[in-house]
C-alpha cells in the first residue's frame, strides 16, 4: 500500500523560510514525477512545482526565484525548501507522486504566512 506523508509546515513571518518534506512508501517511485501543489478555501488546487526523475524542476510563476523543489530517489522523497514567504503563500500544502496507473497525495500540512 502506497503512503505519503508530509511534514514541515508552520506558522512564519512574511520574507521567513519553511522547509517541506514527503516521504512516499510502499513501492519505487524513483523514475517517477513528483511535486507540491497547494490549496486555499474555495480555490482550486494549483501546481507549485513538481520534478521529474532525472532532477529538473518546474515551477509556478508565483514562486519562481523563491521556492526550490529536491528529492532523494534512493529514499523516495521530495522536498520543498520556501524563502521569502508572502502572505499569499498561505495555504495547504500537498506532496503529489504521479504513479504508473494513478496518482498519489499525502494528507496535507498548512503554511500560514503572517505576522
Known amino acids: 500500500q502506497v503512503r505519503v506523508v508530509e511534514s514541515g509546515g508552520g506558522l512564519v513571518q512574511p520574507g521567513g523560510s519553511l522547509r517541506l518534506s514527503c516521504a512516499a512508501s510502499g513501492s519505487t517511485f524513483s523514475r517517477n514525477t513528483m511535486g507540491w501543489y497547494r490549496q486555499v478555501p474555495g480555490k482550486e488546487r494549483e501546481l507549485v512545482a513538481f520534478?521529474?526523475?532525472?532532477?529538473?524542476?518546474t515551477y509556478a510563476d508565483s514562486v519562481k526565484g523563491r521556492f526550490t523543489v529536491s528529492r532523494d530517489n534512493a529514499k523516495n522523497t521530495v522536498n520543498l525548501q520556501m524563502n521569502s514567504l508572502k502572505p499569499e503563500d498561505t495555504a495547504v500544502y500537498y506532496c503529489?507522486?504521479?504513479?504508473?496507473?494513478?496518482?498519489?497525495w499525502g494528507q496535507g500540512t498548512q503554511v500560514t504566512v503572517s505576522s
Open positions: 520534478i521529474v526523475s532525472g532532477g529538473y524542476a
Open positions: 503529489w507522486v504521479e504513479g504508473d496507473y494513478m496518482d498519489y
